[in-house]
């Protein structure tokens, strides 16, 4: 198998210990859905209709939402999966009726590349793993989609940005929320100046962690960092799209106050960004705080979307009264958002360069924060903003 300039090779990985890493507390997130395991099984569509997914990890967020948006988007669908415990993969061939051929374990990954069925892979793995499994996939001849955050450092986004360029397949970030309408609506209340020119943001998206104090999310070696990598995510793009610009500095500090529990990653981030125009916006992100909230104040009024972040419905409110969209799946919203991109060329909501983006801005934080806080300057232009 070729490599590419971070030099990934393909890394064993016994069913043994995936289980074990998958399993330290993946329930942890605070955004997981209440729909049950037997939710409607649906038939398979045809490859004729739409494009063949595989999910690359059957976690939590595979289980309750990815595979659930699959059986209603309308130009994707489940095709395939890949997994380390032959007990979920039967589980889910039954459940879902993917044949056997469509069904992967980690070490014979690579194999997908012989599978017409299959047209996008999405990496829905611990941190760490994104950038080996989307290079993987990449390499095999598959479009990707990589679950936010794209990567653990700006080096290993641009390795999956050079794998999926040289292999000549599209690549988009998991970033739900891009696809999803309140999102859509601030984008053109910025756009259009509904509201005048903006002065200030705010954005929070934090939960309390309560599970499992080994779980991977808190474990650095997997995660790549803690709250900052996972929900700080959420409030980086939300000051981004409030303002329509991205950050030319940045300021940060951490805080801790269960040390005992968040012993190898970041509880709470807090940053402030300076931006082109003048506006100055605000972060907030913890595991062990809630807050879900996006606030803007223009120079003629004000608009705020309070939830922000979480699965949905949604809910927003302006100077001018009440923002209200129906609720439907974000997944769906972003799967089918994906391929139509790859189907019909229309914008990639949500591309490699973002998730490049967001992670130049997170290391900017985390050396601000080992720098006592010391303003960082970032030289970004518009990168990743896609209006």
Known sequence: MKKNSLEFQRRPVSRRKFNRLLGQGIAGTAMISSLPLSCAMGEQKSKEASLGVAL??????????????????????????????????????????????????????????????????????????????????????????????????????????????????????????????????????????TFGAINFVSADAAYQSRGNPDQWRLNKALSGGGALLNMGVYSIQSAIYSTGENPISVNAQEFSTRPDYFKDTDETITAQFEFPSGAVGQIMTSHNASANRLFASCRNGWFELQPANSYGPLSGRSSEGRIQFEHESQQKLQMDDFARHILEGTPNLAPGSMGKRDMIICEAIYASIAQNGKGIDLSLGDMGIVR
Not at 98 to 123: E, L, M, Q, R
Not at 140 to 155: L, Q
Not at 181 to 193: G, H
């Open 56 to 193: 690359v990890g059957l976690g939590a967020y595979s289980t309750y939402q990815l595979a659930p948006a699959l059986q209603d988007t309308k130009h994707c669908h489940l095709a395939g999966i890949v997994t380390g415990t032959p007990a979920k993969a039967r589980r889910w061939a039954s459940k879902y009726n993917i044949p056997g051929p469509n069904i992967y374990d980690y070490d014979s990954f690579d194999d997908i590349t012989k599978n017409d069925d299959i047209d996008i892979v999405y990496v829905v793995l611990p941190n760490s793993m994104h950038a080996e499994f989307s290079i993987r996939a990449a390499q095999a001849g598959k479009h990707v989609i990589c679950e936010k955050p794209m990567a653990i450092s700006v080096k290993e986004c641009d390795a999956i940005i050079e794998a999926c360029e040289k292999a000549s397949v599209k690549l988009g970030i998991g970033y739900r929320l891009q696809s999803e309408p309140y999102t859509q609506e601030v984008k053109r209340l910025v756009r259009e100046k």
